[in-house]
């Protein structure tokens, strides 16, 4: 669900708590967090609603200077049903402060292996996550496409495994590929000095 920078703002700030959309199925659920470039978002409650039943307040909520505005914003689509979306500013993407996190103890290193290892053994692929954060480390800025293909594997299952390490706080998406965090270096220096890889 993207929402507009300025909009993100006030969503921070508690001027905004709604965002309407048409969906032929929500794309977020009542409990969930969005990830967005301000911090996370916590989706407090998501229901259809009738588009004619919109009021004036319900625009300033969401952030329109008038019902007209976000009316014509959201022009009626007969094929999906209008949403409302209640949302709250959740605060900082976890994942920034988790990443900067390198003081590692045992206890919380032999932890996120055994994660590593069980995400491996769901895909399949003994030891890919180590392999990658190797990789990576080996080739910052190198192209998903290229990364892939040294592992023998496809872009997209790829991405999504990277993308995996960066809920963990292991990796970083740049512009043109990853980037190990200082987590994630500090977890590869773990296994190296640990014999694990």
């Known amino acids: 669900m993207l929402i507009k920078r ?8 508690g001027d905004v708590d709604r965002a309407f959309r048409w969906w032929k199925r929500p794309t977020v659920k009542k409990g969930g967090r ?33 019902l007209e505005d976000l009316r014509r914003d959201l022009p009626p689509r007969p094929d999906c049903a209008f949403y409302k979306i209640t949302l709250t500013f959740a605060g900082e ?14 206890e919380t290193f032999a932890s996120l292996m055994s994660e590593l290892e069980r995400i491996d053994k769901r895909v399949g692929a003994k030891a890919l ?41 292991l990796t970083e998406s740049l512009s043109v590929g990853y980037r190990l965090s200082p987590r994630g270096q500090r977890v590869l220096e773990y296994a190296r000095e640990e014999g694990r890889i």
């Open 6 to 13: 300025h909009i993100l703002n006030r969503i921070a700030d």
């Open 34 to 66: 969005l990830r967005t470039a301000i911090g996370e978002l916590s989706v407090v409650d998501v229901g259809s609603v009738s588009f004619d039943s919109l009021t004036a307040e319900d625009a300033r909520r969401a952030g329109y200077r008038s």
């Open 93 to 106: 993407d976890k994942r920034l402060a988790l990443r900067e996190d390198a003081d590692l103890s045992a």
């Open 129 to 169: 996550s180590m392999r990658t954060l190797e990789l990576i480390g080996r080739y910052p800025k190198r192209r998903a496409q290229e990364l892939a293909d040294e592992l023998g594997l496809e872009k997209l299952f790829f991405k999504a495994h990277v993308r995996k390490l960066k809920e963990k706080g």
